[in-house]
């Protein structure tokens, strides 16, 4: 039962590349989050999913896309990278109803230069 | 959304030491949640606390919704409490949760 694994850990891109951060959770969750964490910011939510086949946007959607591909896996896609996306991303799961703490995956680092 | 103001920003402590950490936030909520983000950026759910008192050993945490506060307390606080804690209240509908900006506790030997 590894919980809510992310991919890839690390990444580093130029101003302008695209990419896709993947998340997958075994624990038969309805709802999924993506989060990113910048230095003195806390936690920010981007976009959520509260159930498979339904996405929202949270505070901060701008510059990111989001498919809840099945139950399993929600990715994140960065279509034109930024500086300003220089950030710690995290993805999370909870079962979506009341009472569910969420779980967290163990981030993915990018650098945008 | 909600804002969520936590405190104190930093603190340092004793081994051994107790301490409380306290959020407040703006709205009312059906739910709150407090995580431990481990020196490796690892985040572990601490409690799911809407309400109530709850304790997991050295730690306890109490919710007064009506308030608008959350307290969460460290008992004979060790090294490996070190890291930052952050409160997250949320409501049911939508499903979301709003982060504090967080306490960064530091425990030396």
């Not at chain 2, 909600?2 to 950490?21: H, R």
């Not at chain 2, 490796?40 to 608008?68: C, D, H, M």
Request: net charge neutral.
């Amino acid at each position: 039962n590894a919980g809510v694994t992310q991919t890839p850990k690390f990444q580093v891109l130029k101003t302008g590349q695209s990419m896709t951060l993947q998340c997958a959770q075994d624990m038969n969750h309805n709802s999924m989050y993506w989060y990113r964490q910048d230095p003195g910011m806390g936690l920010r939510l981007i976009y959520y999913s509260a159930s498979e086949g339904t996405t929202d946007k949270g505070e901060v959607p701008n510059g990111y896309n989001v498919s809840r591909l099945n139950k399993r896996e929600f990715s994140l896609r960065l279509e034109s990278a930024a500086p300003s996306q220089t950030s710690v991303y995290f993805c999370a799961s909870s079962a979506g109803q009341v009472n569910s703490p969420l779980h967290f995956g163990n981030g993915t680092r990018l650098t945008v230069t | 959304g909600i804002q969520v103001e936590q405190s104190p920003p930093d603190l340092i402590l004793q081994e051994g030491a107790n301490s409380t950490l306290r959020c407040n936030f703006s709205d009312s909520v059906n739910n709150l949640q407090w995580f431990h983000q481990n020196p490796w950026g690892q985040l572990i759910n601490l409690f799911y606390i809407p309400s109530g008192t709850k304790q997991n050993g050295r730690l306890s945490a109490t919710t007064v919704a009506t308030e608008r506060y959350s307290l969460l307390y460290i008992s004979s606080s060790q090294t490996t409490d070190s890291g930052d804690y952050f409160c997250a209240p949320g409501r049911n509908t939508g499903n979301q949760f709003y982060f504090g900006t967080g306490t960064s506790l530091t425990v030396i030997p």
